[in-house]
């Protein structure tokens, strides 16, 4: 609805105020934008106000001096010219009279204008307030369906990864399944983001391509994991807090865990349950059985997880 050339400024005001108690967050841009339009009406109408009240205090001085002066000359003129000049007189009082009424209405239109303007800016600091606070909400909203989203990618994109590594060990049989073959048959990077990968590898020593994958944004370290666990046919575990105990795994120590990337997860009497960035790690395993007494059943997660697994049950530690 047009507000702005209906009635009044101060009834376009108050239907634009009942009008943003009702409407959508949508439309609020719109009656402020037609409030704050009003409100500098206002502001316009009480500069106006205010130069009409400093002309009719001049008027009046006038009058009063001009009443004075008739007065002083009262005295001085002869009695032909009294009738006259008492006459005068009356209509400047009844003039000066009619000013004052005048002026004292403009001073109530003027408090009354300056009321309904505080008004107004009340309620656009309110609904300013409020479409904050909805743009917030709004925000975080949007943040938590990204990322509900974004979870749901990665699982559907894990799960494609672990079938595309059965299908492939069937057909394989005994050969070695290669984690960038694996990745591309997936959909989880391209061929390209491979070939680039290995030619890095094929340039450093000692790197894994997972770890060249990650560190390039072409694979996240869940798909990696996800990868290794199904070559490796080691569980892949997520340490979420209810996994970690407030008291670890003795005789395990934080260096040792920092050291090989690890974290105990739960010891048996014969069984040690390790979660590794790396269960391929040898060294790593035979080190933590030496140092539990017990043999290591490896599962894998991922170097984010372990390190903050370390970081609760232990307090604080630096990355792995």
């Not at 009262?74 to 006259?84: F, L, V």
């Not at 070695?176 to 020593?205: F, P, W």
Request: with cysteine; glycine share 6%; net charge negative.
């Amino acid at each position: 609805m047009d507000y702005e050339n209906t009635g009044s400024v101060e009834d376009r005001l108050d239907a634009l105020l009942a009008a943003l108690k009702v409407h959508s967050l949508d439309d609020a841009g719109e009656h402020i934008g037609q409030l704050e339009r009003a409100i500098a009406e206002l502001r316009a109408e009480t500069a106006q106000l205010r130069l009409r009240e400093a002309r009719l205090l001049s008027a009046n001085r006038n009058l009063s001096e001009r009443l004075v002066a008739l007065r002083g000359d009262d005295k001085a003129t002869e009695s032909g010219d009294t009738d006259d000049d008492a006459t005068t007189i009356e209509t400047l009082k009844h003039d000066v009279s009619q000013r004052e009424e005048t002026a004292t209405g403009l001073w109530r239109q003027l408090n009354q204008a300056r009321r309904a303007r505080e008004a107004a800016r009340g309620a656009v600091e309110l609904l300013s307030e409020e479409a904050t606070q909805l743009r917030d909400d709004n925000k975080q909203l949007q943040s938590t369906v990204e990322s509900e989203h974004g979870k749901a990618s990665s699982r559907s994109r894990q799960q494609r990864i672990a079938l595309e590594t059965l299908f492939r060990e069937q057909d394989a049989g005994s050969q070695a399944l290669r984690l960038g073959e694996i990745m591309v048959a997936a959909g989880a990077i391209t061929a390209e983001q491979l070939g680039e990968a290995l030619d890095i590898q094929t340039n450093s020593r000692g790197r894994l391509l997972g770890e060249i994958l990650v560190e390039r944004g072409a694979a996240s370290e869940g798909d990696i994991t996800q990868v290794v666990a199904c070559q490796l046919h080691v569980p892949w575990v997520r340490l979420e807090r209810d996994l970690i105990q407030e008291t670890p795994v003795p005789p395990i120590d934080k260096n040792s865990c920092l050291k090989h990337a690890c974290f105990p997860i739960r010891a048996t009497d014969d069984c040690l349950f390790l979660a590794m960035a790396d269960p391929r790690d040898r060294n790593a395993l035979a080190t933590m059985e030496q140092i539990a007494g017990r043999r290591v059943v490896p599962m894998i997660a991922t170097q984010a997880d372990i390190s903050s697994a370390i970081h609760v049950a232990f307090g604080e530690s630096e990355g792995l």
